[in-house]
């Protein structure tokens, strides 16, 4: 366990002056249990879980731990974990980890229990997730982006199945930074940004692949070595940077790669793509062999999924500056079919086909 006198922030300084900070977790599930499991190493945090009875009744009885496809490992128990928000009034900084369709609901709670300078780190996925709470929140309001997918692999353990750093909202605010330099000093990178928008934008050109792994319904690194995925993948791309370029934002590239080029590479045949995705892409990519993105694992769980802030946001946005969005509508109406139950998904053959009989 780290001392609290010994994390490290963005500045290289050593201290919490000595007093504790209290952390919340709300909506505690695989990532808020996986970043909360690294935060229960230093002894100057008091970290508070919140989330649904079973998973308090799960770590009450297997502990929490986090292991990740670097290898890293951390383990913590006993876990104060509360189904309930009342002890939220306690808390100096909110991890605010739950999925993006359940914050609507969540802001009533938040709002009753929370003090009002307590600042709120929003970790979801999609955009104008921070424009949301800011309306309907007294808190400073943060963004983090997580790049990576978290699983449960058994009870009360929770695996990093993707690489990659997480992008936080630069802040003032010395809890904060404070909780930031812990996760650095356990090798959980951290950067900082004061253009939070072009993290999001950039974010999102990856997390267009989300849609498509559920609906193929293969690991990822399957998925991206079939021809017809990464030709609707590089489609959707497509259609999301001619937005960002109308809008004049231009999104933070998560690979090597600048992101122009990410469509031209998914399109090459498989056996050069193969070749270049590993000298150019896989090290900021890497990824277990069974690994599956987020919305593939609310569809196995039956919970409704992202899609209306990841491709829905593509289309939203499609429609407001007047330029044609296809793929991903068609994406989102897959989806949609899937959460439902109702009628099976056009296939990802099927999609290409009424995308190219549609142009």
Not at 268 to 291: C, S
Request: net charge neutral; proline share 5%.
């Amino acid at each position: 366990m780290l001392s609290g006198q010994q994390a490290q922030d963005d500045a290289g300084q050593y201290s919490t002056a000595g007093q504790r900070y209290c952390i919340g977790i709300v909506g505690a599930g695989s990532v808020g249990c996986y970043l909360g499991a690294y935060l229960c190493q230093d002894s100057a945090l008091d970290v508070k879980f919140f989330g649904r009875e079973t998973m308090a009744l799960e770590l009450a009885a297997n502990g929490l731990s986090a292991t990740s496809c670097d290898h890293q490992a951390y383990f913590a128990q006993p876990v104060a974990f509360y189904s309930s928000l009342n002890s939220l009034i306690e808390c100096d900084v909110v991890l605010l980890t739950v999925k993006a369709p359940a914050l609507v609901p969540m802001l009533t709670q938040l709002k009753r229990f929370l003090r009002p300078e307590v600042p709120v780190v929003a970790m979801q996925n999609g955009i104008g997730i921070g424009e949301m709470l800011t309306q309907d929140l007294a808190n400073p309001v943060l963004r983090a982006i997580v790049p990576f997918n978290v699983v449960k692999n058994r009870a009360g353990q929770f695996h990093r199945a993707t690489a990659g750093n997480i992008v936080w909202q630069q802040s003032q605010h010395t809890a904060v930074n404070y909780v930031i330099s812990v996760f650095n000093h356990l090798q959980l990178p951290v950067q900082t940004t004061t253009d939070i928008t072009a993290a999001e934008y950039g974010k999102l050109l990856l997390n267009l692949n989300n849609a498509l792994n559920a609906i193929s319904n293969v690991p990822l690194k399957q998925q991206l070595l079939d021809t017809d995925c990464r030709l609707l993948l590089a489609m959707a791309m497509q259609e999301w940077l001619a937005i960002c370029s109308k809008a004049k934002i231009r999104p933070v590239p998560y690979t090597r790669l600048p992101n122009a080029m990410l469509p031209w590479l998914l399109r090459l045949p498989t056996i050069l793509f193969r070749r270049l995705f590993h000298h150019m892409a896989a090290k900021m990519l890497a990824m277990d062999e069974q690994a599956h993105s987020s919305m593939w694992d609310d569809i196995q769980a039956k919970k409704r999924t992202e899609i209306m802030f990841l491709n829905g946001a593509v289309v939203r946005m499609g429609q407001l500056y007047q330029l044609p969005t296809p793929v991903n509508t068609l994406l989102v109406e897959q989806i949609k079919r899937l959460e439902s139950g109702e009628a099976e998904p056009l296939s990802i053959s099927e999609i290409l086909q009424q995308v190219k009989l549609e142009s």
